[in-house]
């Protein structure tokens, strides 16, 4: 089955710098990789998502690369904000709204 | 709409009660997914559900029972807990077939077995 995995498990950042976050996959066949954010006991709510056939996606300070002959994709954040203190999960799946395989998350704090 | 609803919130068990969690979404998707989230790691999936009356197993469903007997509901069943089972359970739906459309996540149940 699918295997995805996450780095870093924490990233601290200073307030307007940038975060960047890398998952790999290993199934070949996963052409749909969405971003989670999970704040404090909450559920996890999606933030950017990105298809095969699309290099790269952009949302205003978030971007998500993806690199299929490499089977991995990154999540940026650009002008940090204290608000971006979370944890953000990357997954993958052989398709948009079927079953979904996370990484282990990335806890991100903004310090101020 | 109230998109996915979790019910309860937290629960403490007893080991060897059961125990079942109920998932509600009324956004009419076809697409149902149980995860369960261990302290500081990621979602695994328990079960999941194509459609009313279809069932299947995910990467971790030792332990548990699923049944979908209508588009919207999606309850857990726990019938001997044990302490591994302590974790955080997260209810998803998505929709698949035309328009297909991202998972949305329940705000959770938060279960400890004692």
């Known amino acids: 089955g699918e295997n995805v995995e996450q780095h870093p498990s924490t990233l601290s950042v200073q307030e307007g710098d940038s975060a960047v976050i890398k998952c790999t996959y290993s199934?070949?066949?996963?052409?749909?990789f969405p971003w989670y954010k999970q704040e404090l006991g909450k559920g996890p709510q999606l933030i950017i998502d990105i298809r095969s056939n699309v290099g790269e996606k952009k949302d205003q300070r978030i971007a998500v690369t993806l690199n299929k002959t490499a089977k991995h994709f990154s999540l940026h954040i650009t002008e940090t904000q204290p608000e971006d203190s979370a944890v953000y999960f990357c997954a993958a799946s052989k398709a948009a709204g079927n079953k979904l395989t996370f990484g282990g998350g990335t806890r991100v704090l903004v310090k101020p | 709409n109230a998109g996915v609803t979790q019910t309860p919130k937290f629960r403490i068990l007893k080991i060897g009660q059961s125990m079942t969690l109920q998932c509600a979404q009324d956004?009419?998707?076809?697409?149902m997914y149980w995860y369960r989230q261990d302290p500081g790691m990621g979602l695994k999936l328990i079960y999941y559900s194509v459609g009313a009356g279809i069932t299947d197993k995910g990467e971790v469903p030792n332990g548990y029972n699923v049944s979908r007997s209508t588009t919207e509901d999606f309850p857990l069943r726990l019938e001997l807990a044990a302490p591994s089972q302590t974790s955080v359970y997260f209810c998803a739906s998505s929709y698949r077939g035309g328009r297909n459309t991202e998972a949305f996540f329940g705000q959770g149940t938060r279960l400890t077995v004692v």
């Open positions: 199934d070949s066949a996963s052409n749909y």
């Open positions: 956004m009419n998707h076809n697409y």
